[in-house]
């Protein structure tokens, strides 16, 4: 097995990360240190719940109908039907 590389990535002006390992998608190290994603704070997994409920572990700071949840943030408390994408 090949040995495990480091890179250095930077995103524009943001302070720069490594990057470890050659099968290790580089989304992954992003998301850890770029991202709000999976905090409820940009939207973007915004998914229209048809049934069901669900239990927030943070309050989102995006916002969301009735009718919407976050995947990214939040817990089943029941069974679920989502509206596909």
């Given at each position: 097995m090949a040995d495990s590389k480091t890179f250095k990535v930077q995103v524009g002006e943001r302070a720069p990360v490594s990057h470890q390992g050659d099968n290790t998608?580089?989304?992954t190290t992003l998301e850890g240190h770029?991202?709000?994603c999976r905090s409820g704070y940009c939207g973007a997994?915004?998914?229209r719940l048809l049934e069901g409920r669900v239990r927030y572990l943070s309050t989102p700071m995006a916002l969301v109908r009735g009718d919407e949840i976050l995947p990214?943030?939040?817990v089943p408390?029941?069974?679920l039907l989502l509206a596909p994408q």
């Open positions: 998608p580089l989304l770029y991202s709000e997994c915004k998914t990214c943030c939040c408390e029941t069974d």
